[in-house]
């Protein structure tokens, strides 16, 4: 046999029958976007500079791939270049959410800076997220061929008798089947994360996970995504102005720094 190409040996790959979609942009009302992109002004006027701030993106159960609110949890300290928050923090908030909304991402802040794109760190905190929200927002996706070497079809009345014999998986069955193929249901999830600055530009990526629920088979991959509003009809208003500016005086916790 002469074997023109190494490529002609490769296994074909699994069959998978695609059920769902996961988000491909940043859906989110007006409303949160407005009060997302409040945020950095009203730091600056309550705290007197800019500085870095942390929250989550949320969305209804029954929506959750659309970002319905902005939380800002208690931040353990802020400043220009850096924002932390402890587990203790993150655990509180959620405890603290109505049962009607879930966490499906996250929002940080650059301030001042003009670094706008995603940092190591970030990319840490949204994998971290997406473990989190994953929890709650997950949906089969796809059912996917599960490729087995040496697969054994037997029936029941030889089960007995073919112990010893090979086979790497077995199926048994009631009746003789001459072939079989295998499909597992793959659940998805996804994480939104959006940075925004002063001046008021953003940046919006999504991290997706899908696990094969038969072999345990997980993946990660992330995106770009645009960010398309969507009227919810709530408007932004000087009152919930107000309401969030109350939030971020006890919520964000400026620590000197040498930097001005």
């Known amino acids: 046999m002469n074997i023109q190409r190494l ?4 296994r074909e790959d699994p069959d998978e029958i695609q059920l769902a979609m996961l988000p491909q942009n940043v859906t989110i009302t007006t409303y949160a ?4 992109l409040s945020v950095n002004e009203l730091v600056r006027s309550i705290h007197g500079a800019s500085y870095e701030w942390y929250g989550f993106t ?4 029954q929506r959750p791939d659309c970002i319905a609110d902005i939380g800002i949890p208690f931040n353990d300290h802020n400043v220009h270049q850096y924002t932390g928050i402890g587990p203790e923090n993150i655990s509180s908030f959620s405890e603290s959410l109505p049962r009607d909304l879930v966490i499906n991402g996250w929002i940080h802040s650059h301030g001042r800076l003009e670094y706008r794109e995603f940092s190591r760190t970030d990319e840490r905190n949204h994998l971290t997220v997406l473990d989190y929200a994953a929890t709650f927002i997950r949906k089969p996706v796809s059912r996917r061929e599960v490729l087995i070497e040496d697969l054994l079809v037997i029936t029941e009345d030889r089960f007995r008798q073919e112990q010893g014999s ?3 998986v077995w199926i048994v069955t009631d009746k003789p089947v001459s072939e079989a193929r295998i499909f597992e249901l793959v659940y998805g999830s996804f994480c939104y994360g959006i940075v925004v600055g002063d001046g008021g530009w953003h940046m919006q990526e999504i991290y997706y996970r899908t696990r094969g629920i038969l072999t345990g088979t997980s993946s990660v991959a992330k995106t770009k ?3 398309l ?5 709530r408007p932004f208003t000087k009152k919930d102005r107000e309401v ?4 971020i005086k006890v919520r964000i916790k400026p620590r000197q720094s040498t930097e001005q």
Do not use: F, I, T
């Open 244 to 247: 969030l500016a109350g939030e």
């Open 33 to 36: 976007k407005d009060r997302a």
């Open 229 to 233: 509003p969507v009227d919810s009809g």
């Open 166 to 168: 090979g086979g790497n």
């Open 225 to 227: 995504a645009q960010m």
């Open 58 to 61: 949320l969305g209804s159960k």
């Open 7 to 10: 490529s002609l040996l490769k």
